[in-house]
């Protein structure tokens, strides 16, 4: 079973950086393109930069752009999200998704917390 586990979330004040993880387990990582995704109290989730596995394409709405980067390290099966700049509206559980097919039949990881106070 694919298994996606977040890290590196946490408390920060407005302006500040983080860098979250997501580590995978039981895939074919280079076969599967991923996706960080957020979710904040009483909003839709969001999407908020992918990368693929083909090119290494990645992409970010206007929202995180300039801001926020994407990496992956395929020998290590994990992904990485830079956030610079953090805002107070960036609060929120923050998720990995992994897929080969599309987001809708993606595999979700468990999730973590990221807060910016203001």
């Known amino acids: 079973d694919v298994q996606l586990v977040e890290s590196g979330g946490g408390l920060v004040q407005a302006g500040g950086s983080l860098r979250l993880s997501c580590a995978a387990s039981?895939?074919?990582?280079?076969?599967?393109?991923i996706g960080w995704f957020r979710q904040a109290p009483g909003k839709e989730r969001e999407g908020v930069s992918c990368?693929?596995?083909?090119?290494?394409?990645?992409y970010y709405p206007d929202s995180v752009k300039a801001r926020f980067t994407i990496s992956r390290d395929n020998a290590k099966k994990t992904v990485y999200l830079q956030m610079n700049s953090l805002k107070p509206e960036d609060t929120a559980v923050y998720y990995c998704?992994?897929?080969?097919?599309?987001?809708?039949?993606?595999?979700w990881g468990q999730g973590t917390q990221v807060t910016v106070s203001s």
């Open positions: 998704a992994a897929t080969t097919t599309g987001w809708s039949l993606a595999s």
């Open positions: 039981g895939l074919i990582f280079g076969d599967y393109s």
């Open positions: 990368i693929s596995n083909s090119d290494g394409s990645t």
